[in-house]
C-alpha cells in the first residue's frame, strides 16, 4: 500500500510516529513539505501538524490524488494544543472545517496503532473510558477547594477531581501515553465527545458547586445576581480556557479569542497558561525538541525560584538529553526499529513522549528500575512571581503562577 | 364508591418495571393554535400572521386562530383537528402553561393521545401583555416562540404516569413532642406506625421542662395524655433504645433497618425501684442535665415511659445486686441487641434539638473548674421542676445557697458567628422570661436580671408575658456580656455588660449565671442523614422542601420532618409542624398509591463513565449505582429537576423532553434562527 | 454597573434568551404579565425545570444560534425548589463568565438571576439589568459574534 504522509504546521511528533509504520509491510513516504509536492496518485494520505486557512488549496490537492485520507493527531482533528492560540487570534482550523469527510484520529501523540487500523480499513474496536481503566478511584463529592499541582502530589488512591485538580479522565479514552499513571491529570486528548470542553466545565461547575458564590442584589428588586468580583473558588482555575479547552479551542464552539498579541503562534500558546502546566505543554507540542525545551523551561524557572535540584534527578535529565539526541538521529535515518527502541527508553524515564513524568525539582513517579525514588522526588512548591530566562525562552509570571509573557529565540 | 374509585380499584397497579413510552412511531403531525384571547393577544399580536407564518413550518399540518381556545368551541377545534386531520402533537399559543396548558393537555388526552404531546406557547404574560406598545415586535416575538413550541412539539415523547403501590405503615424517628404528635396523627387514620426513639424513653425535651410559656402550664400534664395514648395505641409499636441502621428503598416503599439496644431489664419489671435504689453506682443523670444523679440500672425519671427500669451497660460494674434483689427476677444481664426490619410507606423525621453546649465559649467559663454556678436554662427548669432533687427550689450548686442575685444571658451560642450560628433560636427570649418570672415569684427579694441582645417575644400573648416579667421586677438590660468574672478571693461571680441604651459599662454581681442556650441539631444527625440520604440545610439542621410552601417535606419523596429537626421551634410550632408532616406522610399512605409522572432522566450506558457525579448533584437521592457499578434512576424517587443533566460530563444522563437535542431545537428560532453561513 | 445609554444601544441586538425555571422563574414572568409590566421585546423566555438544568452546552447552544445575550433566572438563593439549582447555575455561569474573560469578551452578556414568583417587578428587573449589562457589553465591544 502507498502511504504518504504530510507535516503541515507545528509539532512533528505525531509526523515522525510515522515512521513506525514502516515496520507494517507499507510504502510509507514522510513529506515534511506539502507545499512542494508535485502531486501523484496514492493509495493513502496522513496529514499531521495544525492547518491554517492557507493551507485549504495544498489539503485539496491531497485529497483530489488520495483514495483516503487520514487526519492524524489532535493539531489536524481538532487544532491540539496550538488552537489555544485561537484565544489571542490565530486562525488555527480543524480539518473537518476544510475537509469534513477525513478519518480523524485524535490524540498527542496519537496512537499508531490506531493508524494502521484506520489505513487498513475494517472496523477498529473502541477503547474503554480512562476512567474505567485509572487506578485512582472518585467519588465525585462536592469540592470545598480547588488545588492546583503545585500543592499537592502524596496522594496516589483518589481522583484527582477529588483533589480539586482537573482531570478530564471523565471524557477520554483509554490510551498509551496515559499520564494519570505518570502523576498527570489526563489532559483529554482523546475525548468521546464533541464539545468535550464544554460539557467538562458543566461538570466542573457542578463539583464546585456548594461554595457560595458571591452576589449582589440588583437595584431593580431583583434579589440576587451574581456579582462580578471572583470569588476563591474562580480564584483558584486561573486559567479554564487553558484546563478546559486544552485541544479543542477550535472545535468546541468557542468564539476566537480577541486578546491582541504580536507573539509568534508559538508564544500566543504559552500566554496565559499555568506554570506547572508549563512543561507539560512544551512536552506535548516541542516536537522533536520537546525534552530540550521542556528541561530548558523547567531549569529556569528552578534557577530563579530557587527549586532544589538533586544529583540522580540532574543525570536522568542528561540521558533525556542523549536519547533526544538518538531519537533525531533515527528520525534522520528513517530506521524504525532504532526509532521504537529510543522512544521506548524515553517513555521509561519520562512517562510518556509527553514528558508528564517531568517536573520542577525532579519527577513525579518512581522510575521505573532506578532504587530510591526520594533521591529524584518532585516537591511541592510556591510560586514566585518574576521574570525567568535561559539560552533560548524568557518568560514571567504573575503572583498565581500565570505566564504573562514569554519571548522564544528565533530557531529554538 | 364513586366511578373514579371503581377505575383506581380495578386498574392495575404498576409495580417498579422501567419502562420507556418513547417517541410515538407515528410522523409528528401539528397542529398550531393561536389564540385571541379577546383582545388581550389579537389586540397586540396579529394573531393571523402568526399562524399563518406557523403553517409553513415542517410538519405543521394545521395552523388556526380563534377568539378563546379554551372555550368549549376552541377545544373542539383539537378534538376535530385529532381526529379529522390525524394531528397527533398539539401546540397552543395563548396563555400560560399553569392557567390552561392543563386545561388542552386534558383535551388531548381525552382524544386518546399522550398529554405530554401537548406544547403550550405563553405569547400572553410572555408577549402580548408586555409589549402593547411595539406591535410589530410582539408579533415578531410570538412567531419566534410559536417556532420554538412547534420545534419542541415535533420531539416530544410521550410519558407515562404510572400508579406505584405504597406500603400502608410508617415509621417515626423520635419520641418527642412531635415525633409522638405525628405518630398519633398517623395511626388514628388507621396506619400502623413503628416508633423509633434512640433513648430509654419517650417524650423528648418537653418532660424537662417545668412550665410552659405563655400560660405557666405543666408541661407534663399537657404531653402525659399523648405519651399514654401513643404508648397504648393498638397500631403503634414502640421501640426504645432503639436506632436506625440502613434505609433502602424510595418513595411509598422503604425497608428499614433497625438496631434495638436492650434495656437488660424484662417488661414484668414492676417499677419498684428497689434495683436502683441498692445500685453502689452513682453517675450524673443525663435527663437531668447533671442536676441529680442516678444508679447504673435506673429509670430517667418517675413518670417516665415505658416505665420499665433499664441499666446502662457502661456504667454498670456488674456487681448482680440489682439481680438478686429484684421481687420478679426481671433483671436479665443476658439479653442481646436485636436488629428488626421494617417495611414502611413513608418516614417521619422528629429526631428533635440539643440544646448547644457552652463550653465552647471561653468567656463565659461554663463547666469549668470553680465556675459551678453557671448553669443552662434547661438546668434550671430542672431546679424548678416538681421532680428535681431541690424540691423545686432554686439553688447554688457550688453551696446549695437559695441565690440573691441571678443574671441571665441570652444568645449564647445563636446568633453568634464566632462558633458559627447565625441564626436566632427563637424561643430563648421566651424561656428565659418564663423562668425569670418563675424566679422573681418565688424570691421576690431576688435580682433577676436578662442581658439580651434584641427581645424577641412575638406572637399572641407573649408581649404580655413580657411585660408581666417586667412589672414584676425582672431587669432587662439590652447588651451582650463580654466576659463572666470570678473574684479569685470571695469567689463571687459577676457579668461584664455595657447596657448599650444607656451607654453604660455595667459590672453585675451574680449568684448564679444562667445561660439561653441555642438549639442546635442533635448528635448524629450526620449519619442519620446519610442514611436518609436527605440533605442538611448549612446551620446543619435536616433541609425542607420549600421554606414556605412545604416546611415538612424533606429533600427525599416519602420522608417527612417534624418538628425541631428542621430548626429552632417552639412547643405549639413543634405540633402543628409535626401535624402537617403526619398528614402528608398519610395522604399516599391511606390513598395506597402514588401517582408519578415518568418524567425521568434516561442514562445511555454507552457514554456513561460511571464516575458518579450525576449521583452526587441529585438532591432526592434517585441515582444509584447498581451492582455492576453503573448509575440507576429510581423512578419514583426522581423529582425530574435534570440537575443531573449539567453534571454529566459526557452527556449521557438526559431527562426525557428536555434532552439536550429537545432544547437546542427551542433554542434555536428564540435565539434568533441561527446564523446563516455562506461560503 | 456601568453608566451606558440604553438608547444607544438600540438596534444592535435583538436577542435575548432567558432561561426561566418552572417555578420561580416562570411564576414571576407571569406576575409581571398580569401586571402588564412592560419590557424589552427582545426578552425572549425558555422553560426548563430548574436551572440546575441548564449547563454550558445550552448556553453556549444559544450563543452560537445568534444570542447576543443568555441568562438563567432562578428562584431565590435558599429558595430553589430543588434544593441547589440555582447555586449549580450561579457556578457554572461565573466559570463561564471568566472564560469569556480569559477569551477577550465581555462577561456581561450571559448572567445569572432570581426572581421571587409573587413579584412581577423581580422578573422585569432582572430583564433590564440583561439589557443593561448586555449594553455595557456592546459599547466595550465585547459581545459574541458568530463567525462562519
Not at chain 2, 4 to 25: T, Y
Not at chain 3, 40 to 50: F, G, N, Y
Not at chain 3, 78 to 87: D, E, I, M, R, T
Not at chain 3, 92 to 120: C, H, P, V, W
Amino acid at each position: 500500500m502507498n502511504v504518504k504522509v504530510f507535516q503541515f504546521n507545528g509539532c512533528n511528533k505525531c509526523f515522525h510516529e510515522t515512521i513506525l509504520l514502516k515496520q507494517n509491510d507499507m510504502e510509507v513516504e514522510l513529506i515534511s513539505n506539502p507545499k512542494d509536492w508535485k502531486g501523484e496518485k496514492i493509495d493513502v494520505a496522513v496529514v499531521s501538524g495544525y492547518l491554517l486557512p492557507e493551507d485549504k488549496e495544498i489539503l485539496l490537492n491531497i485529497q483530489s490524488n488520495a483514495n483516503k485520507l487520514i487526519a492524524y493527531g489532535d493539531c489536524t482533528t481538532t487544532g491540539g494544543i496550538f488552537g489555544l492560540a485561537n484565544q489571542k487570534g490565530a486562525n488555527i482550523t480543524p480539518i473537518s472545517k476544510i475537509i469534513p469527510e477525513s478519518f480523524k484520529i485524535n490524540g498527542c501523540l496519537a496512537e499508531i496503532e490506531e493508524l494502521t487500523a484506520t489505513i487498513k480499513g475494517g472496523e477498529v474496536d473502541k477503547p474503554p473510558s480512562l476512567c474505567k481503566v485509572c487506578k485512582r478511584r472518585s467519588t465525585c463529592e462536592y469540592l470545598d477547594e480547588v488545588h492546583r499541582q503545585i500543592d499537592i502530589f502524596e496522594n496516589e488512591e483518589a481522583c484527582f477531581n477529588d483533589l480539586g485538580f482537573l482531570c478530564n479522565g471523565y471524557i477520554a479514552t483509554e490510551c498509551k501515553e496515559r499520564c494519570v499513571d505518570y502523576g498527570t491529570q489526563c489532559r483529554g486528548c482523546k475525548p468521546i465527545i464533541d464539545r468535550s470542553g464544554v460539557r467538562m466545565l458543566g461538570m466542573f461547575g457542578t463539583l464546585m458547586g456548594n461554595v457560595e458564590v458571591a452576589t449582589e442584589a440588583s437595584k431593580y428588586g431583583a434579589t440576587d445576581k451574581l456579582a462580578d468580583k471572583d470569588d476563591d473558588m474562580t480564584e483558584s482555575l486561573p486559567d479554564i480556557v487553558g484546563n478546559f479547552f486544552r485541544f479543542s479551542l477550535p472545535t468546541s464552539g468557542l468564539p476566537k479569542g480577541r486578546i491582541h498579541s504580536k507573539g509568534s503562534i508559538l508564544e500566543n500558546v504559552f500566554t496565559g497558561r499555568l506554570i506547572e502546566e508549563f512543561p507539560l505543554i512544551t512536552g506535548l507540542l516541542g516536537g522533536d525538541n520537546s525534552i530540550s525545551m521542556t528541561l530548558s523551561i523547567i531549569e529556569a524557572y528552578e534557577k530563579g525560584a530557587e527549586i532544589e535540584v538533586n544529583e540522580q534527578t540532574k543525570q536522568y535529565r542528561q540521558k533525556l538529553r542523549s536519547l533526544e539526541k538518538e531519537l533525531k538521529n533515527a528520525i534522520d535515518a528513517q530506521d524504525a526499529e532504532k526509532y521504537k527502541d529510543v522512544t521506548e527508553k524515553i517513555r521509561k524515564i519520562a512517562g510518556n513522549m509527553n514528558l508528564s513524568n517531568v517536573f520542577y525539582g525532579g519527577f513525579k513517579t518512581p522510575i521505573d528500575g532506578a532504587d530510591n525514588f526520594d533521591d529524584y522526588k518532585a516537591e511541592p512548591f510556591e510560586i514566585k512571581e518574576g521574570t525567568y530566562k535561559n539560552g533560548i525562552v524568557e518568560f514571567s509570571i504573575d503572583s498565581k503562577g500565570v505566564i504573562k509573557e514569554i519571548k522564544i529565540k528565533e530557531g529554538a | 364508591m364513586t366511578v373514579k374509585d371503581e377505575k383506581i380499584k380495578n386498574s392495575e397497579l404498576a409495580e417498579g418495571s422501567q419502562e420507556k413510552m418513547g417517541f410515538p412511531e407515528d410522523e409528528p403531525r401539528i397542529g398550531v393554535y393561536v389564540c385571541h384571547c379577546g383582545h388581550n393577544i389579537a389586540g397586540t399580536v396579529d394573531v393571523a400572521e402568526v399562524a399563518e407564518s406557523a403553517s409553513n413550518l415542517p410538519n405543521v399540518v394545521e395552523a388556526k386562530h380563534y377568539m378563546f381556545m379554551c372555550s368549549k368551541p376552541g377545544v373542539q377545534l383539537l378534538k376535530d383537528d385529532i381526529k379529522e386531520k390525524g394531528v397527533n402533537r398539539t401546540v397552543v399559543a395563548s396563555c400560560s402553561k399553569n392557567q390552561h396548558g392543563r386545561t388542552f393537555a386534558r383535551t388531548i388526552e381525552e382524544m386518546g393521545l399522550n398529554k405530554h404531546l401537548h406544547q403550550q406557547v405563553n405569547v400572553r404574560e410572555f408577549c402580548s401583555w408586555v409589549h402593547k406598545k411595539d406591535k410589530d415586535k410582539a408579533t415578531e416575538k410570538a412567531k419566534k416562540l410559536v417556532e420554538a413550541g412547534v420545534n419542541r412539539a415535533r420531539k416530544l415523547e410521550e410519558v407515562e404516569t404510572k400508579k406505584i403501590r405504597t406500603t400502608k405503615a410508617a415509621l417515626v424517628i423520635g419520641a418527642g413532642i412531635a415525633g409522638l404528635r405525628a405518630t398519633y396523627d398517623i395511626a388514628e387514620l388507621g396506619i400502623p406506625v413503628y416508633l423509633i426513639e434512640r433513648n430509654s424513653t419517650i417524650g423528648g425535651h418537653m418532660t424537662r421542662l417545668n412550665k410552659t410559656f405563655p400560660t405557666n402550664e405543666c408541661p407534663q400534664c399537657s404531653i402525659s395524655p399523648l405519651t399514654n395514648g401513643v404508648a397504648n395505641h393498638p397500631l403503634v409499636e414502640l421501640y426504645t433504645n432503639a436506632q436506625i441502621k440502613s434505609v433502602e428503598g424510595s418513595m411509598g416503599n422503604y425497608e428499614i433497618e433497625v438496631e434495638i439496644k436492650p434495656r437488660y431489664v424484662k417488661d414484668n419489671c414492676t417499677s419498684c425501684g428497689e434495683c436502683e435504689a441498692n445500685c453502689p453506682v452513682e453517675v450524673p443523670s443525663e435527663w437531668d442535665k447533671g442536676m441529680s444523679t442516678r444508679g447504673a440500672i435506673y429509670k430517667a425519671y418517675p413518670q417516665a415511659i415505658p416505665a420499665t427500669y433499664v441499666r446502662s451497660k457502661k456504667d454498670c460494674i456488674e456487681c448482680n445486686t440489682c439481680i438478686n434483689i429484684c421481687p420478679v427476677q426481671a433483671v436479665d444481664f443476658s439479653q442481646e441487641p436485636e436488629t428488626k426490619t421494617f417495611k414502611v410507606g413513608s418516614i417521619v423525621v422528629a429526631a428533635g434539638y440539643e440544646e448547644y453546649d457552652p463550653t465552647e465559649i471561653d468567656a463565659y467559663h461554663y463547666g469549668q473548674e470553680g465556675y459551678d454556678d453557671i448553669i443552662t436554662q434547661l438546668q434550671l427548669e430542672r431546679m424548678l421542676g416538681p421532680t428535681s432533687m431541690t424540691g423545686s427550689e432554686v439553688m447554688r450548686p457550688s453551696d446549695g445557697k437559695i441565690p440573691k442575685k441571678v443574671v441571665m444571658i441570652q444568645c449564647v451560642g445563636s446568633r453568634n458567628e464566632q462558633v458559627g450560628n447565625k441564626y436566632c433560636t427563637g424561643v430563648c427570649c421566651k424561656f428565659a422570661t418564663k423562668n425569670a418570672g418563675l424566679v422573681k415569684d418565688m424570691y421576690p427579694d431576688a435580682d433577676v436580671t436578662i442581658c439580651y441582645i434584641d427581645m424577641r417575644t412575638p406572637g399572641l400573648n407573649f408581649e404580655e408575658y413580657y411585660k408581666a416579667a417586667q412589672e414584676k421586677g425582672v431587669r432587662y438590660i439590652r447588651g451582650r456580656p463580654s466576659e463572666i468574672l470570678k473574684d479569685p478571693i470571695s469567689g463571687d461571680l459577676s457579668v461584664i455588660v455595657e447596657d448599650t441604651l444607656s451607654q453604660t459599662p455595667l459590672k453585675l454581681k451574680a449568684d448564679l449565671v444562667v445561660l439561653s442556650a441555642a438549639m442546635v441539631p442533635p448528635e448524629g444527625i450526620g449519619p442519620l442523614g446519610s442514611k436518609l440520604k436527605i440533605l442538611r440545610s448549612k446551620e446543619g439542621f435536616f433541609k425542607e422542601f420549600h421554606i414556605k410552601m412545604n416546611p415538612t417535606a424533606s429533600s427525599k419523596g416519602g420522608i417527612y420532618l417534624a418538628g425541631t429537626i428542621q430548626g429552632p421551634k417552639d412547643i405549639s410550632e413543634t405540633v402543628a409542624h409535626a401535624g402537617n408532616a403526619a398528614a402528608l406522610a398519610a395522604q399516599p399512605l391511606v390513598k395506597g398509591y402514588i401517582e408519578k409522572e415518568m418524567l425521568i432522566p434516561y442514562i445511555d450506558y454507552d457514554l456513561c463513565m460511571d464516575c458518579g457525579m450525576c449521583i452526587t448533584a441529585c438532591n432526592p437521592a434517585a441515582i444509584s449505582m447498581n451492582e455492576d457499578g453503573r448509575p440507576d434512576v429510581n423512578e419514583v424517587a426522581c423529582k425530574s429537576c435534570g440537575i443531573c443533566m449539567p453534571a454529566c460530563p459526557t452527556g449521557a444522563i438526559q431527562l426525557l423532553n428536555f434532552r439536550d437535542d429537545q432544547l437546542l431545537d427551542e433554542i434555536v428560532p428564540i435565539a434568533g434562527g441561527g446564523v446563516v453561513c455562506n461560503e | 454597573m456601568s453608566s451606558c445609554d440604553i438608547n444607544e444601544c438600540e438596534g444592535k441586538y435583538d436577542n435575548i434568551v432567558v432561561f426561566m425555571c418552572n417555578e420561580c422563574g416562570q411564576g414571576s414572568a407571569n406576575t409581571a404579565g398580569v401586571g402588564r409590566m412592560p419590557y424589552d421585546p427582545s426578552v425572549r423566555i425558555v422553560r426548563v425545570q430548574c436551572t440546575g438544568q441548564i449547563g454550558p452546552i445550552q448556553i453556549m447552544d444559544a450563543l452560537n444560534n445568534g444570542a447576543d445575550a443568555v441568562s438563567c433566572v432562578g428562584c431565590c438563593i435558599g429558595a430553589c425548589h430543588f434544593f441547589n439549582g440555582n447555586l449549580l447555575s450561579m457556578r457554572r455561569i461565573k466559570l463561564m463568565k471568566k472564560m469569556f474573560k480569559e477569551l477577550g469578551y465581555s462577561d456581561q452578556f450571559i448572567n445569572q438571576y432570581t426572581s421571587r414568583a409573587a413579584e412581577g417587578e423581580t422578573a422585569v428587573g432582572d430583564f433590564e439589568d440583561i439589557v443593561e449589562r448586555l449594553c455595557t457589553a456592546i459599547t466595550e465591544g465585547g459581545t459574541f459574534e458568530n463567525e462562519c
